[in-house]
């Protein structure tokens, strides 16, 4: 079946750095565009990113554009979100999910999380 498994995130003062991955199994991962998602403490999922199935197209929330970058790497079926600059609004459990931003839900796979919070 279908596995996502959400890593590398943590506590972060401003202005740092994280790098998020997701290993990805149970399905064709290399033909699949793949997106992150977001969740801050009570509010609802937002999608932030997708990258197309083979890596040439990328697509990101304004929330996030110029700070974070999204990369795959289909020999290992694993995502990837570089966080840089990062504010204190960006603290959620991240989520990766399969699907760009226009149908991720409807795929409705998407990993357990990881959270990420950033404070001083």
């Known amino acids: 079946q279908v596995q996502l498994v959400e890593s590398g995130g943590g506590l972060v003062q401003p202005g740092g750095s994280l790098r998020l991955s997701c290993a990805a199994s149970?399905?064709?991962?290399?033909?699949?565009?793949m997106s992150w998602v977001r969740q801050a403490p009570g509010k609802g999922l937002e999608w932030i990113s997708h990258?197309?199935?083979?890596?040439?197209?990328?697509v990101y929330a304004d929330s996030v554009k110029g700070r974070f970058t999204i990369s795959r790497d289909n020999t290992k079926n694993t995502l990837y979100l570089q966080m840089n600059s990062l504010k204190s609004e960006d603290t959620a459990v991240y989520y990766c999910?399969?699907?760009?931003?226009?149908?991720?839900?409807?795929?409705?796979?998407w990993g357990q999380g990881t959270q990420v919070t950033v404070s001083s």
């Open positions: 149970g399905f064709t991962f290399s033909s699949n565009a």
């Open positions: 990258m197309s199935s083979g890596g040439r197209s990328t």
């Open positions: 999910a399969i699907g760009a931003r226009s149908n991720w839900r409807t795929f409705g796979s």
